[in-house]
């Protein structure tokens, strides 16, 4: 799973459920929130608003459509806080959110293929002119994007949000509202699938040709918020 792996954005961390020591626990600012402190939502803002465009980008190409799913997503949180179950931890019930709003977005624009998954920041930065052929990194990101395209949703989500987005298997399994050990099968399903696509596309496709990958069937899957 290498050629996947290096993908991933570098900077990109596992999901920070534990504040640092003194900062005010997201429970203690949802408590503020429907006490009508508006200062303390937009510290939940603050808080997970970077995180979330990364993982809306993976799922949507166009930067202005990941923004408006970002704030609709902080508008669906913030109308819903007193359905919020505070025994919960409130990032992944957030990102359950977002998920939903991103894989929806997609299913209505009937998109057949996996839309950019790269970074904002990698998108930006082009080519680099030190690279000793830089068309080589962008077959390469082509390449990945069309085995991915192969993989069926409820596979290709936990790949995405394991291998690209470095959630935790517990952290995916709370935003999929899945248990854990479901969550560790499809994400060996789909690194297998992934592999084996990998392995075919690369056994017959002439060199430099990026062909379209075979399609598998595609469930959809929605969990609830």
Same mark, same amino acid.
């Given at each position: ?133 830089? *068309?080589?990194?962008?077959?390469? /990101? ?7 395209? !192969?993989? &069926? #949703? =409820? ?40 592999? *084996?696509?990998?392995?075919?596309? /690369? ?7 990026? !062909?379209? &990958? #075979? =399609? ?10």
């Amino acid at each position: 799973m290498s050629h996947l792996r290096t993908m991933s954005d570098p900077g990109t961390g596992s999901l920070d459920l534990h504040p640092l020591s003194g900062a005010v626990s997201d429970a203690r600012l949802v408590e503020e929130v429907r006490q009508g402190d508006q200062d303390a939502f937009g510290e939940l803002v603050r808080r997970y608003e970077g995180r979330l465009m990364s993982v809306l980008m993976r799922f949507v190409r166009d930067r202005e459509l990941a923004r408006d799913l970002c704030q609709e997503t902080f508008l669906r949180v913030y109308s819903r806080l007193d359905k919020f179950d505070p025994a919960r931890r409130f990032g992944p019930w957030l990102f359950r959110i977002g998920v939903n709003l991103g894989l929806d977005t997609l299913r209505k624009r009937k998109r057949r293929r996996w839309p950019l998954f790269f970074s904002d920041s990698q998108s930006e930065l082009g080519i680099d002119p030190a690279s000793p052929d830089p *068309r080589e990194h962008l077959d390469l /990101q082509q390449e990945v994007r069309q085995v991915l395209d !192969g993989i &069926p #949703e =409820q596979y290709r989500t936990v790949l995405v949000l394991r291998d690209l987005e470095n959630f935790s298997t517990s952290e995916i399994a709370a935003i999929l509202d899945r248990k854990e050990a479901t969550i560790r099968w499809r994400l060996a399903e789909a690194r297998t699938r992934f592999q *084996r696509i990998w392995e075919r596309r /690369q056994s017959v496709k002439p060199p430099h040709s990026l !062909g379209a &990958p #075979e =399609q598998e069937p595609e469930g959809s899957e929605h969990v609830g918020e």
